[in-house]
């Protein structure tokens, strides 16, 4: 079946940064662009950016420019997030997606992972 | 970038009743509007693409509409299942956005 698997929990000082996995089976790895969401407790939905597994381009929530990164392994289907100078505040559960559409005309995340937490702390 | 409104923002209701969520955008996205449900330490799930198509296993009882501004979610029939939180996301931008969510609950 079409599944998401993300690494396990992690848990980071301040400044530091962490590279989260998100490997992609049942489908064809290079079809689909990867999105990456995130989410703080008790808090909404926060779209972080945008990966093509194929051509490896990016697209970044300008919130994050400067500070992620997307990359992948199309060897082993895995798309990775980095985020660096982690603060406090990026403490959050952060989701992979996979990004389908109808004619390449509507847009949307069908397929996603069931997240990794974050935890920055001292 | 385009900011996402929902509203209410929590929302009690009992099984069997219909329910509306409304979604507005900053500016006008046309029909790149989608809608999720997320329960509880689970990821979202995707119910309503394109303002109003059904995403295939998603029951009937959910519908969508709307275009430019403004979007509905309804739930026809509340059950059990059903109450959990849900968010609108605007794919019309390449900066894409949430809305801040939905919470349903049971009275």
Sequence with gaps: ?122 | DIQMTQSPSSLSASVGDRVTITCRASQSISRYLNWYQQKPGKAPKLLIYAASSLQSGVPSRFSGSGSGTDFTLTISSLQPEDFAAYSCQQSSSIQITFGQGTRLEIK
């Excluded at chain 1, 590279?19 to 909404?44: E, L, P």
């Excluded at chain 1, 952060?94 to 990794?116: E, Q």
């Design chain 1, 1 to 122: 079946q079409v599944q998401l698997v993300q690494s396990g929990a992690e848990v980071k000082k301040p400044g530091a940064s962490v590279k989260v996995s998100c490997k992609a089976s049942g489908y064809t790895f290079t079809s689909y662009d990867i999105n990456w969401v995130r989410q703080a407790t008790g808090q909404g939905l926060e779209w972080m950016g945008w990966m093509n597994p194929n051509s490896g381009n990016t697209g970044y929530a300008q919130k994050f420019q400067g500070r992620v990164a997307m990359t992948r392994n199309t060897s082993i289907s895995t798309a990775y997030m980095e985020l660096s100078s982690l603060r406090s505040e990026d403490t959050a559960l952060y989701y992979c997606a996979r990004l389908s559409h109808r004619d390449y005309y509507y847009y949307y995340m069908d397929v996603w992972g069931k997240g990794t937490t974050v935890t920055v702390s001292s």
